[in-house]
T-cell receptor
Framework: AQSVTQPDIHITVSEGASLELRCNYSYGATPYLFWYVQSPGQGLQLLLKYFSGDTLVQGIKGFEAEFKRSQSSFNLRKPSVHWSDAAEYFCALWVTGNNRKLIWGLGTSLAVNP | NAGVTQTPKFQVLKTGQSMTLQCAQDMNHEYMSWYRQDPGMGLRLIHYSVGAGITDQGEVPNGYNVSRSTTEDFPLRLLSAAPSQTSVYFC??????????????FGPGTRLTVL
């Protein structure tokens, strides 16, 4: 069965510290993976996506993610967090075929201490 | 482009009432979907459409109907509102690549409370 797991429900980091948000997936075919961010009271915005090729993907707002097939992971990273990065982060997997759709993780809530 | 628009932004209903949440996009996207977002449960797919005249159920379709008569519009109907349908509803659209290589664009959401 297809699934996306985000092991960390809530993470708190200090401003300027590095960040890594974890995402694990289960899927029998080639995964197409996404990270979205949701600021408080807002809709979702795409940070980055992976389809093929280079396993290190660059996104907006200084984020990057690394796809590791052997670990079924697609972790999101940022070298230095800003207070404005406080938000909810969602990892998602696109399931191909006739019933194509996104499978979502439950999200990780990021708090940033000044 | 306005992108994906949703109306209303907020709505309060009484149990048993019906209503329609509107969603429109001006990007000529084939793929549209409705999600509900509840605390601790992430985003759950209610219904989706891969093009005008074609709709299908997601993981939580009960109590909701959809139709897709045009490419632009994808309304979500609550037939008889229940308190369990209190949630934030998001509409999303994308060009509909079979491989999912395109970005999903989300509307700002509708916050629905059912009393």
């Amino acid at each position: 069965a297809q699934s996306v797991t985000q092991p960390d429900i809530h993470i708190t980091v200090s401003e300027g510290a590095s960040l890594e948000l974890r995402c694990n997936y289960s899927y029998g075919a080639t995964p197409y993976l996404f990270w979205y961010v949701q600021s408080p009271g807002q809709g979702l915005q795409l940070l980055l996506k992976y389809f093929s090729g280079d396993t290190l993907v660059q996104g907006i707002k200084g984020f990057e993610a690394e796809f590791k097939r052997s670990q079924s992971s697609f972790n999101l990273r940022k070298p230095s967090v800003h207070w404005s990065d406080a938000a909810e982060y969602f990892c998602a997997l696109w399931v191909t075929g006739n019933n194509r759709k996104l499978i979502w993780g439950l999200g990780t809530s990021l708090a940033v201490n000044p | 482009n306005a992108g994906v628009t949703q109306t209303p932004k907020f709505q309060v209903l009484k149990t048993g009432q019906s209503m329609t949440l509107q969603c429109a996009q001006d990007m000529n996207h084939e793929y549209m979907s409705w999600y509900r977002q509840d605390p601790g449960m992430g985003l759950r797919l209610i219904h989706y459409s891969v093009g005008a005249g074609i709709t299908d159920q997601g993981e939580v379709p009960n109590g909701y109907n959809v139709s897709r008569s045009t490419t632009e519009d994808f309304p979500l109907r609550l037939l008889s509102a229940a308190p369990s349908q209190t949630s934030v509803y998001f509409c999303a659209s994308s060009s509909g690549s079979l491989l999912g290589t395109d970005t999903q664009y989300f509307g700002p959401g509708t916050r629905l409370t059912v009393l």
